[in-house]
């Protein structure tokens, strides 16, 4: 099987919402600015897919939030977990990649927004870093 033919499966931690990703995905990019920081709890290690390759299986408790003037966040009106990230006028969509169900065979490539990370952790692990995007 090749990369593009892979399906990925993923969901919240309550189940209410699941999806299914065909085709590959790209590779994770770890974000530390402040509005990933306050909704995931600490940064948000996200991939990312064209939407017309991501459905649904699950939705009935998916709530989104309108986070700037330009993108809103997915996330799960009942457990709490932070789903997806969607830029306005994108037709692509992010999906954090910890709801993913494993094996993943995705890495981090790159951490971005690192000016705005918070000051309890360092990042150590050798990839690439980026002031801002
Ligand atoms: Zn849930
Ligand atoms: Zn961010």
């Known amino acids: 099987m090749t990369e593009s033919e892979k399906t990925h499966t993923g969901g919240?931690?309550?189940?209410?919402?699941?999806?299914?990703?065909?085709?590959?995905?790209?590779?994770?990019?770890?974000?530390?600015?402040?509005?990933?920081?306050r909704t995931s709890g600490h940064y948000a290690a996200m991939t990312s897919a064209p939407s017309a390759n991501i459905?649904?299986?699950s939705s009935g408790s998916?709530?989104?939030?309108?986070s700037s003037d330009t993108a809103e966040r997915g996330f799960c009106g009942r457990c709490g977990g932070n789903l997806f990230?969607?830029?306005?006028?994108?037709?692509t969509i992010s999906i954090t990649a910890g709801t993913l169900d494993t094996p993943t065979n995705l890495r981090v490539e790159e951490h971005i927004f690192v000016a705005d990370k918070s000051d309890y952790y360092t990042i150590d692990d050798g990839v690439p870093r980026k002031q801002e995007w």
């Open 12 to 37: 919240c931690l309550c189940g209410g919402v699941r999806y299914r990703i065909s085709g590959a995905l790209r590779g994770v990019i770890a974000c530390h600015c402040s509005q990933c920081r």
């Open 55 to 57: 459905v649904m299986t």
């Open 62 to 66: 998916l709530a989104w939030y309108r």
């Open 85 to 91: 990230w969607k830029q306005a006028g994108q037709d």
